[in-house]
């Protein structure tokens, strides 16, 4: 090959270079999860004390944002405010009036979670914060 | 070649399908209050002998601001849901010289006339106000992006914008219901989110029966009765809109 002594290391130099990112993440430090501050208290939904989220934990971190963003659509566009859980609980389609009056705790909690994501959801910008923040 | 291409455009095509239909969804349903209030078409009535003066109107109108955190800001970047207003106002199309002193002197409530063929609904870009099943007109503020086109094409001046963050114009904050933000436009809603958990408007709870409200198609609702009794107007009937807003004189 034509000048093989320089192509060669150079190329081997580019692709080590290339895939730096995917090196020092699997050489570093495990990665940790944030720490959050769960509600303790029960809260009165329906008549009923409840202490469990609306769904199972791990469907609800990893798809929350889509059930909101439907709770919204079918409060709004449908007439529909009341969401049915797999288990058969009925919660009020509404952010400031189920999520938050559990997760009183915003700050340690959605932010904290979201902060370390880089998400910051707009929704605070009209939808009133718990009170617990202050 | 070209028998391949087709393969993988099938296999691609039914994938993409069904990763769409599988989408981590819950096995969950909706549904509304079981006392939620319905209606074909939601109107009002305002008898307006009953308010002559704006100390009458005022207790009304802070109890439908209030529960919707609405800013009180003055001068032309105000925000308002419901208002009051003279006779040569409020019907404008309608000049006489002439009137009763008391009609005269008399103040109107204006708000959201929830029009049958409102004129928001048909220039608004991004679909962010809708007409609903009870036939009123919503706003989706998550939609809204500002353009301010429904002002121009409301012709009774129900709509209002957001120039700044509403936030510290409002009293005290109702932590049950949201505020809106700078940059988008507001208004009466005939209080969807009260209808649907079985309670009436705020307006009409707060003004001792002289604001009516009910179901237009039914013969046998309060509004239709007491329009059958009553002469009533309706404000700039002649542009075609079809206001769900009716004020006996
Ligand atoms: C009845 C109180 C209650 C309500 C209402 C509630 N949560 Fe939860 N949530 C909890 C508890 C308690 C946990 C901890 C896990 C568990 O026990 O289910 C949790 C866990 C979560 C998690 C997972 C956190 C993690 O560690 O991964 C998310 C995300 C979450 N909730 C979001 C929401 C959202 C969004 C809403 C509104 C749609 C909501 N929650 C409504 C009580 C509640
Ligand atoms: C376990 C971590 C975690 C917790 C706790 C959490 N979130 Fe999230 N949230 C996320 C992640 C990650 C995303 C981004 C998902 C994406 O972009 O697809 C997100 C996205 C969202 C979005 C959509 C944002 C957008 O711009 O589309 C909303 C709304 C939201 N979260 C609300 C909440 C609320 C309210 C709470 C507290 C009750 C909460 N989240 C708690 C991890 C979390
Ligand atoms: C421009 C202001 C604004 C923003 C920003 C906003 N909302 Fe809303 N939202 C409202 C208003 C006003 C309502 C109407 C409340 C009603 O009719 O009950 C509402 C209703 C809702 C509802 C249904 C009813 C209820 O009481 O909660 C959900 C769910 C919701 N919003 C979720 C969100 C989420 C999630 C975000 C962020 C991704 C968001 N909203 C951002 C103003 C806003």
């Not at chain 1, 389609?93 to 910051?120: G, I, P, Y």
């Not at chain 2, 509304?32 to 009002?44: H, I």
């Not at chain 2, 919503?138 to 429904?150: L, T």
Request: hydrophobic share 35%; with cysteine; net charge positive.
């Amino acid at each position: 090959m034509y000048n093989a002594k320089f192509v060669i290391p150079g190329a081997i130099i580019f692709v080590g270079l290339f895939t730096a990112p995917f090196w020092t993440n699997v050489f570093s430090a495990k990665h940790e999860a944030v720490k959050l501050e769960l509600p303790q208290k029960p809260v009165t939904f329906f008549g009923e004390e409840r202490t469990q989220c609306i769904e199972p934990r791990e469907w609800m971190a990893a798809n929350h944002m889509e059930m909101l963003i439907e709770w919204r659509d079918k409060a709004l566009r449908e007439n529909k405010r009341i969401y049915v859980a797999t288990d058969g609980r009925k919660w009020e389609t509404s952010l400031q009036n189920t999520c938050m009056a559990c997760h009183t705790n915003k700050a340690e909690f959605c932010d904290k979670c979201h902060t370390a994501n880089s998400v910051s959801p707009y929704c605070w910008d009209c939808h009133v914060e718990p009170q617990g923040n202050k | 070649m070209k028998a391949s291409r087709r393969y993988f455009l099938k296999v691609a095509g039914l994938s993409t399908f069904a990763m769409a239909a599988g989408a981590a969804k819950a096995d969950a349903a909706y549904e509304g209050y079981s006392e939620g209030l319905k209606a074909k078409r939601w109107a009002m009535v305002i008898d307006t002998r009953r308010f002559q003066k704006p100390e009458d109107m005022l207790p009304i109108i802070e109890a439908c601001h209030k529960v919707h955190n609405v800013p009180s800001i003055k001068g032309p970047k105000e925000i308002k849901w419901i208002w009051d207003d003279t006779f040569e106002h409020a019907f404008a199309n309608d000049p006489n010289p002439m009137l009763p002193e008391d009609v005269e002197e008399r103040r109107f409530f204006l708000l959201c006339n929830h029009c049958t063929n409102p004129s928001c609904v048909r220039v608004c870009p991004p679909g962010a106000t809708y007409k609903t099943e009870g036939g009123l007109v919503a706003i989706d503020y998550h939609r809204c992006v500002g353009c301010r086109f429904c002002m121009a094409a409301c012709p009774y001046g129900s709509r209002s914008f957001n120039f700044k963050d509403p936030r510290p114009f409002v009293k005290e904050i109702n932590p049950a219901y949201p505020t809106r933000m700078r940059g988008v436009v507001e208004k009466c809603t005939f209080c969807a989110e009260r209808l649907e958990k079985g309670l009436m408007p705020a307006c009409v709870e707060a003004s001792n029966g002289a604001i009516m409200f009910g179901d237009l198609n039914d013969p046998n609702s309060i509004v239709r009765r007491v329009l059958a009794k009553n002469f009533s107007m309706r404000r700039k009937p002649d542009l075609g809109t079809d206001p769900g807003v009716y004020y006996i004189i």
